[in-house]
């Protein structure tokens, strides 16, 4: 062996060792930065990595393209979840698969729900649909239950079909910042106490009895852009900042509902109706800024 090629040789064994003889704290949260099918492979390299991947505190699985097939992913998050080290923290996970068709509604709900189970405190789900888009939902449905975490500080979903139970977050104390975007929310009210930032954006609302009301007493900033209606907003006191845009939905706000006159003629969808049952008699509310509205009256926002 020449010289050049022994001194090479050596330099390379040294970098290995080196980079061998990090603590695992670093190795983990090193490997927590790359996609988690690549932090897996990682198995391959020694001995010494083998089992380098299992406690890592970020998982994220976002290059759908690598797995080829629905079947192949599902297998492989199954397997990242179940041979985690028991115990470990995990920060946060990140599962974007934007593109597949035919996810099981019950298998993301149940990922979703483990993750939660390993103490994350960061998740994120970007889906968007589960089915053709011929079909009537094409969005993946979640399991209307409440989620359940003592540590969970920041929740973003996007492309999913959310109902009653889960919007209330009396059981994620911890909650502080909660993104909603593309999903369709079906619920009469939505209800976080410890949230202090709340964005909701090309939002599509639905709701059987009343109209959707947002309760975040200690929210700090409100972002509602883009849905098909504004929820009604209850007291806020410690509100700093809000935004809202209408979008091409309340193009046709008009004078009509702006004074409440002739409520029945007006279709901009700022006034919704819903039947009162104290007083057995419907009311037309306006969504706007929490105000209300009754026939032959002003809007009389009250926050």
Not at 37 to 61: E, F, M, Q, Y
Not at 141 to 146: K, M
Request: net charge negative; with cysteine.
């Amino acid at each position: 062996m020449s010289r050049r090629s022994k001194t090479a040789t050596e330099s390379t064994g040294s970098f290995e060792d080196r980079l061998s003889a990090l603590p695992d704290d670093l190795l983990h949260h090193t490997l927590g930065f790359i996609e988690a099918g690549d932090a897996v492979r990682t198995c391959v390299l020694s001995r010494r990595w083998r089992h380098l991947w299992r406690p890592i505190p970020c998982l994220r699985i976002t290059d759908i393209e690598a797995f080829r097939s629905v079947e192949k992913l599902i297998r492989f998050v199954d397997q990242l979840l179940l041979l985690r080290d028991a115990g470990s923290v995990l920060d946060e996970c990140e599962l974007d698969l934007r593109g597949l068709l035919r996810l099981d509604n019950g298998l993301v709900d149940l990922w979703m729900r483990r993750v939660l189970a390993c103490n994350a405190t960061v998740l994120r789900v970007h889906l968007y649909a589960n089915l053709p888009a011929s079909q009537e939902e094409p969005l993946v449905i979640l399991d209307d239950q409440p989620f359940l975490s003592q540590h969970l500080v920041r929740l973003e979903l996007s492309g999913v079909y959310l109902e009653e139970r889960l919007f209330d977050f009396s059981s994620c104390p911890a909650l502080e910042d909660l993104k909603i975007a593309d999903c369709v929310l079906h619920t009469d009210k939505i209800f976080s106490r410890s949230s202090k930032h709340i964005s909701i954006r090309g939002c599509q609302f639905v709701w059987d009895m009343y109209p959707t009301q947002l309760s975040a007493p200690n929210l700090v900033s409100l972002q509602l852009h883009d849905c098909t209606m504004i929820p009604i907003l209850e007291s806020m006191p410690a509100l700093e900042t809000a935004s809202f845009n209408l979008g091409h939905v309340y193009e046709e706000y008009c004078d009509i509902c702006d004074n409440g006159l002739e409520l029945e003629k007006c279709g901009c969808g700022m006034i919704v109706t819903y039947w009162d049952d104290d007083n057995d008699r419907k009311r037309d509310f306006s969504v706007f800024l929490g105000g209300y509205i009754q026939k032959g009256s002003a809007v009389l926002p009250y926050i």
